[in-house]
């Protein structure tokens, strides 16, 4: 059961002072079986207080607000977390279609997890899914399947997407990064009316190769019947075990936007995002990402601008 110690730094740069400033952050570690927080501490720029609650898919959600002038907004999480997920685990491989309907008959949220997106590309989905063959297939063989394809036909390039980058535009250039791969897993998993979920976080495989780390990650969790939730990372094509530590889920990236707010005034802002995993054995991986932003155009009024729209760290 491996402990890490992960340090998160989000800074807004602005050219000019802001004001007014009201933020949401999903930096809380998920509550579940899977992992054990042992200490948690959050410092954000004017000490502001923050309120906490539950949402709709059991993220723990922070609201803070900087209402004084300022030209920065830091927002640091310092986390010792522990994973409890056994490296060797049985998922249910046997549980067909038939046990999966029968089972979230009566969940609408399971049932709204298993609804697709209307895409253009729709018949690109449907022509993979034909590939994957999922007729003669357990709900987990499928899952698996569809990771599969996706780690051997998509390829990961990073800065050629954004977190606006559609499923359509993913599947025309078959590249991109966690999230896209993310999301068009997604696609395909509803497709098949399998209840599935966007999960941000992070990776922490201590130099054993494997994508994503020194950022938020992303990966996918899908319903099995007779199991529950089982994640599974398609960036890695693995089955996610305890070198992943899981902050938020939902029905797609915004519901796990690690921060996002607005601010008045009529600056130009700068974000950047440092992320480092400290292993039991001493070693350190960290990686600062500087997030392009669009600009605002200089003007006497006061604008209201949306940070999340603004520039949000795009999940590694």
């Not at 927080?37 to 959050?42: D, K, P």
């Not at 609650?53 to 310092?78: C, M, R, T």
């Not at 007779?226 to 530590?245: F, M, Q």
Request: some cysteine.
């Amino acid at each position: 059961m491996p402990i890490f110690r992960i340090h998160h730094i989000t800074k807004y740069e602005y050219d000019r002072p802001v004001k007014e400033s009201t933020n949401e952050i999903k930096i809380f570690p998920y509550q579940c079986n899977d992992q054990e927080v042992l200490q948690h501490q959050l410092d954000i720029t004017g000490e502001p207080e923050i309120f906490q609650y539950q949402d709709y898919w059991g993220n723990k959600i922070g609201l803070f607000n900087v209402l004084a002038p300022h030209k920065s907004l830091i927002i640091e999480s310092q986390l010792i977390i522990r994973t409890t997920l056994p490296e060797a685990f049985t998922i249910n491989f046997i549980s067909g279609f038939d046990e999966l309907k029968e089972e979230i008959k009566d969940n609408l949220q399971l049932l709204e997890l298993a609804s697709a997106d209307t895409i253009k590309s729709q018949n690109s989905i449907d022509e993979i899914i034909t590939i994957l063959d999922p007729s003669d297939k357990s709900v987990a063989e499928t899952v698996k399947s569809c990771s599969e394809f996706i780690f051997t036909y998509f390829k990961y390039i990073k800065g050629i997407t954004t977190i606006e980058t559609t499923v359509d535009e993913i599947l025309e250039h078959r590249s991109g990064v966690c999230q896209d791969f993310a999301h068009v897993m997604l696609q395909i998993l509803r497709t098949l009316n399998i209840p599935s979920r966007y999960v941000s976080g992070y990776i922490c495989p201590n130099k054993n190769g494997m994508r994503g780390e020194g950022a938020t990650h992303a990966w996918v969790e899908a319903y099995i019947p007779g199991y529950g939730w089982a994640g599974v990372d398609p960036t890695n094509n693995v089955w996610v075990t305890n070198t992943h530590v899981k902050l938020a889920v939902g029905n797609h990236f915004n519901d796990c936007t690690p921060a996002k707010g607005t601010f008045k005034g009529p600056a130009r802002q700068k974000l950047s995002v440092y992320v480092s995993v400290g292993y039991e054995d001493g070693h350190v991986f960290e990686e600062k990402t500087n997030v392009q932003m669009l600009t605002v155009a200089d003007n006497e009024k006061e604008l209201l601008i949306d940070e999340n729209f603004m520039g949000q760290q795009q999940q590694q």
